[in-house]
């Protein structure tokens, strides 16, 4: 069955970086436009970024220039690397598969808490 998980969360101090995994399975996530959303303490879920099938990402305004998507097709795996955290980035960061426009499949989810 189709299944994301995501690792790599954590506490980090402000400035610092993290890289967050989402491994897939039950599906081949080069085929699939996969996400990056998170959803800060007390927020709705927010889109940060993206990748297609093709490689390309996406991002949100305010992460461009400071996180970058990227895949492992060999590992079946997606990533966002972090870098120059601030304590706005703090939030639950979840990976999702979409299709047909909407996303069909969620992880569950890896705590990032960016504080001094």
């Known amino acids: 069955q189709v299944q994301l998980v995501e690792s790599g969360g954590g506490l980090v101090q402000p400035g610092g970086s993290l890289r967050l995994s989402c491994a897939a399975s039950?599906?081949?996530?080069?085929?699939?436009?996969m996400a990056w959303v998170r959803q800060a303490p007390g927020k709705g879920l927010e889109w940060v970024s993206h990748?297609?099938?093709?490689?390309?990402?996406f991002y949100q305004d305010f992460v461009k220039g400071r996180f970058t998507i990227s895949r492992d097709n060999a590992k079946n795996t997606i990533y966002l690397q972090m870098n120059s955290l601030d304590a706005e980035d703090t939030a639950v960061y979840y990976c999702?598969?979409?299709?047909?426009?909407?996303?069909?499949?969620w992880g569950q989810g890896t705590h990032v808490t960016v504080s001094s």
């Open positions: 990748i297609n099938s093709g490689g390309g990402g």
């Open positions: 039950g599906f081949s996530c080069s085929r699939y436009v």
């Open positions: 999702a598969r979409r299709s047909f426009g909407r996303y069909d499949y």
